[in-house]
C-alpha cells in the first residue's frame, strides 16, 4: 500500500495571519479550535481535519510538506494557489 498521511490543516489568505496562527498554536491554543475560528476551507467544520490522503491528493507544496513532516508536527507557513497552509500531521500509514 501506498503511503499515506492523515492531516488537518487551517488556511488563510495571508502569510501573516498564518504566521501569528502558528505562534498560538505553538502557545498552547487549539489547533481545531483555531481552524474552526479562522480556517477559509470546509474542512474547518471538523478542526481541520482532511484524514488520509495519499501522494496526488494535493496540491503539490502541501503534499510535500506533510509527506516530509515529522507525525505530531504542526508546520507552516505552505504557500499554495489556494492561501497559506498550517498543516498538523496527524499520522501515517
Known amino acids: 500500500m501506498a503511503q499515506q498521511v492523515k492531516a488537518s490543516h487551517i488556511l488563510v489568505k495571508g502569510q501573516g495571519k498564518a504566521t501569528e496562527i502558528l505562534e498560538r498554536i505553538r502557545n ?3 489547533f481545531e479550535a483555531l481552524a474552526k475560528e479562522f480556517s477559509e476551507c470546509p474542512s ?3 478542526g481541520g481535519d482532511l484524514g488520509y490522503f495519499g501522494r ?3 496540491v503539490k507544496e502541501f503534499e510535500k510538506a506533510a509527506f516530509d513532516a515529522e507525525k505530531g508536527s504542526v508546520i507552516g507557513p505552505v504557500k499554495t494557489q489556494f492561501g497559506w497552509h498550517i498543516i498538523k ?4 500509514k
Open 44 to 46: 474547518k467544520k471538523k
Open 89 to 92: 500531521v496527524v499520522d501515517k
Open 56 to 58: 496526488g491528493m494535493m
Open 28 to 30: 498552547g491554543e487549539s
